[in-house]
T-cell receptor
Framework: DAGVIQSPRHEVTEMGQEVTLRCKPI?????LFWYRQTMMRGLELLIY????????DSGMPEDRFSAKMPNASFSTLKIQPSEPRDSAVYFC????????????FGSGTRLTVV | KQEVTQIPAALSVPEGENLVLNCSFT??????LQWFRQDPGKGLTSLLL?????REQTSGRLNASLDKSSGRSTLYIAASQPGDSATYLC???????????FGKGTTLSVSS
């Protein structure tokens, strides 16, 4: 199993540009989560999906952020327009249904908005 | 609202010492608790998962305990090594049983 795969690993963009982060969860995992990590706030949950359906997006900071999961093997997190304060590491994680299973995280995308 | 606190925020020890990292949570109605390791600039690696019905889990030199009634978990690292240097994160499944809530982590430095 290749684990949770995120792309790109690093992204540098100018303020105002659109940014799209991608995630491929582990096959068979029916939950997918997007987290953001900053020095000040640590790891924060942005949104999560169950069977491709968004369940809780209360952590999405503002309307500039959107996430989709068109199928069980792919999800995107889009920021439009991007701002310098969006600079952070964005992690995707997945897990199976049931409380006996832990989370598996991807390697993250380090986003820098200049 | 569930809050997770990790103490200390940073810890420096000489190689060979046994050490304990602490994690506390405000709402004891959790399902599971998971400890992660994060190396600088890297992702999160799962170390141990403790289900709510369990009191501890062990993996090699690591032992994690869970006391739901007091809202506490500890991660015990035996015979620490320089390779153990990393940030250790504690996370709990919230009341909905799905989303992990993280502490800010303890950054461990083991000197040789």
């Amino acid at each position: 199993d290749a684990g949770v795969i995120q792309s790109p690993r690093h992204e540098v963009t100018e303020m105002g540009q659109e940014v799209t982060l991608r995630c491929k969860p582990i096959s068979g995992h029916d939950y997918l989560f997007w987290y953001r990590q900053t020095m000040m706030r640590g790891l924060e949950l942005l949104i999560y999906f169950n069977n491709n359906v968004p369940i809780d997006d209360s952590g999405m900071p503002e309307d500039r952020f959107s996430a989709k999961m068109p199928n069980a093997s792919f999800s995107t997190l889009k920021i439009q327009p991007s701002e310098p304060r969006d600079s952070a590491v964005y992690f995707c994680a997945s897990r199976e249904t049931g409380t006996n299973y832990g989370y598996t995280f991807g390697s993250g995308t380090r986003l820098t908005v200049v | 609202k569930q809050e997770v606190t990790q103490i200390p925020a940073a810890l420096s020890v000489p190689e060979g010492e046994n050490l304990v990292l602490n994690c506390s949570f405000t709402d004891s109605a959790i399902y599971n608790l998971q400890w992660f390791r994060q190396d600088p600039g890297k992702g999160l690696t799962s170390l141990l998962l403790i289900q709510s019905s369990q009191r501890e889990q062990t993996s090699g030199r690591l032992n994690a305990s869970l006391d739901k009634s007091s809202g506490r978990s500890t991660l015990y690292i035996a015979a620490s090594q320089p390779g153990d240097s990393a940030t250790y994160l504690c996370a709990v499944f919230n009341q909905a049983g799905t989303a992990l809530i993280f502490g800010k982590g303890t950054t461990l430095s083991v000197s040789s």
